[in-house]
């Protein structure tokens, strides 16, 4: 079975409200709300859903 989510362990994106560049730990699916939460080195405390992330071109 393929995943769905558009960011991967690892990945550098973008947050699209500061525009700080950083890296995505772990990532989940959320079924009540049906998408993908993220969850960022760089604030451990605090997941993101795709919509408020965009990929980086490196």
Known sequence: MKNKNKYQK???VRLKS???IVTIVHYS???NMK???YTL???PQTFY???EIEAVEE
């Open 10 to 12: 690892n990945q550098r």
């Open 18 to 20: 500061t525009g700080e």
């Open 29 to 31: 699916y959320v079924a």
């Open 35 to 37: 998408r993908y939460s």
């Open 41 to 43: 080195s760089e604030y």
């Open 49 to 51: 859903f795709e919509e």
